[in-house]
């Protein structure tokens, strides 16, 4: 216990977020563990679940949350509804390790499957037929990188928090593939950066093979999400 209490000191003495420093982060019903491998899940990816909860009915059985990180999403959506089987993906080991150790104190409490799978985006699931993908991808450009808070610029994973192409190349894939795995109906959910929900919207939009394209906001009132379903 001492040696924790000393480490955390010395963490946040060196600008760690409190988070890292404590090990910990609160999301939704659950305490998962977080350190410098995956972002401290946000109070906006909190409402992004009620909102993917809000959509679900009886025919949405299977989903995927994409670039899982700490397994925030996914645990939630496992840990709070009844699904067949939730994936969850990422491109970062480390992140699946974090993600794996979160799921495994809550394997006695989760009403839904859970399975990891390594690689990027929805490589990972080829083959697989989903009623729902969620996202809350890298959706920072990487010249927007110094513009960050110091505890986010210099503690949280770049590789969670920066995207090529003005902070959509993410984005724009999710969007291309995640209608090669829904099944008609299914819905597409992903949060995004506050200042390109606009454009998002629109590129779902011209894609044309979704329908119900919504921005939905999140508790400060900027447009934060963005939900469309397969066509």
């Known amino acids: 216990m001492v040696r924790s209490v000393i480490r955390a000191a010395m963490l946040r003495a060196k600008g760690a977020p409190l988070a890292y420093a404590a090990g910990r982060a609160a999301f939704r019903h659950l305490t998962l563990e977080v350190d410098e491998r995956v972002l401290i899940p946000r109070v906006e990816t909190e409402v ?73 985006l929805l490589a990972p699931l080829r083959g697989v037929k989903l009623d729902a993908v969620v996202s809350n991808p890298p959706y920072i450009s990487f010249g927007e990188l110094p513009e960050l808070p110091s505890d986010v610029r210099d503690w949280e994973p770049c590789v969670a928090l920066l995207s090529a192409s003005d902070g959509l190349a993410c984005t724009r894939e999710l969007v291309r593939s995640a209608p090669l795995h829904l099944t008609k109906g299914g819905f597409l959910a992903l949060e995004v950066d506050a200042r390109r929900a606009g454009t998002v919207a629109e590129m779902i939009s011209v894609d044309g093979r979704y329908d119900d394209v919504e921005v939905l906001l999140d508790l400060t009132g900027r447009e934060r999400f963005v939900f469309a379903r397969r066509a």
């Open 48 to 120: 992004l679940v009620d909102r993917i909860l809000e959509r679900c009915s009886a025919n949405t059985r299977v989903v995927a949350d994409i670039g899982t990180g700490s397994g925030a999403i996914a645990l939630s959506l496992a840990f709070e509804h009844y699904f067949d089987r939730v994936y969850a993906t990422d491109i970062s080991l480390d992140a699946l390790d974090v993600a794996a150790a979160n799921a495994s104190v809550l394997t006695k409490v989760m009403k839904s499957a859970l399975e990891f799978r390594h690689g990027s």
